[in-house]
T-cell receptor, first 113, second 112 residues
Framework: DTEVTQTPKHLVMGMTNKKSLKCEQHMGHRAMYWYKQKAKKPPELMFVYSYEKLSINESVPSRFSPECPNSSLLNLHLHALQPEDSALYLC????????????FGPGTRLTVL | RKEVEQDPGPFNVPEGATVAFNCTYSNSASQSFFWYRQDCRKEPKLLMSVYSSGNEDGRFTAQLNRASQYISLLIRDSKLSDSATYLCVVNSYSGGYQKVTFGTGTKLQVIP
């Protein structure tokens, strides 16, 4: 299984809602990533988890809260988002945080009203 | 100056044409290099790694020039299905982790 899966595919939420994005991989990878991608821009790194511990937080606002329950799962909890947070949220994984090749999930397209 | 720069295009080429993209990077300590392709509203997918000796995968050839700090991707005999955005990715290793930097992407449109 060489796939990274993400749910939901699409999400529309209001600024007062709380929602979660989920990511799963069964490749035995020990590093997982959240990226944010706006239209016609490259992905921007948000968080890196290595061996289920948060390694990197790229100065992301606290309304985004990551969680890594186990080595296969990565969540992104959303609360009090702004319309400018609307974007494609991509999850990726790699063998470990020192590995260069990353494999991306299909993304969750988020719209904040 | 951006860490990784690409010509955004679009490159509009006829089927069967050969097209080349360049990407320049500013961090001389960068260690590994990749080309990803991203179809509209889809996730990036790894196309190929880039090695100093150059490497080829079918119609695709990638080159790395460390002295001039650029990488290139050559696509021969373009197909309609090659239409996508091509992202240059440059990695540097610091503090025990890979810092992944994406270029802004070059859009390719192959025309019938």
């Amino acid at each position: 299984d060489t796939e990274v899966t993400q749910t939901p595919k699409h999400l529309v939420m209001g600024m007062t809602n709380k929602k979660s994005l989920k990511c799963e991989q069964h490749m035995g990878h020990r590093a997982m990533y959240w990226y944010k991608q706006k239209a016609k821009k490259p992905p921007e790194l948000m968080f890196v988890y290595s061996y289920e511990k948060l390694s990197i937080n790229e100065s992301v606002p606290s309304r985004f809260s990551p969680e890594c329950p186990n080595s296969s799962l990565l969540n992104l909890h959303l609360h009090a988002l702004q319309p400018e947070d609307s974007a494609l949220y991509l999850c990726a994984s790699s063998q470990d945080r020192g590995a260069a090749k990353q494999f991306f999930g299909p993304g969750t397209r988020l719209t904040v009203l | 100056r951006k860490e990784v720069e690409q010509d955004p295009g679009p490159f509009n080429v006829p089927e069967g044409a050969t097209v080349a993209f360049n990407c320049t990077y500013s961090n001389s300590a960068s260690q590994s290099f990749f080309w990803y392709r991203q179809d509209c509203r889809k996730e990036p997918k790894l196309l190929m790694s880039v090695y100093s000796s150059g490497n080829e995968d079918g119609r695709f050839t990638a080159q790395l020039n460390r002295a001039s700090q650029y990488i290139s991707l050559l696509i021969r005999d373009s197909k309609l299905s090659d239409s996508a955005t091509y992202l240059c990715v440059v990695n540097s290793y610091s503090g025990g982790y890979q810092k992944v930097t994406f270029g802004t992407g070059t859009k390719l449109q192959v025309i019938p």
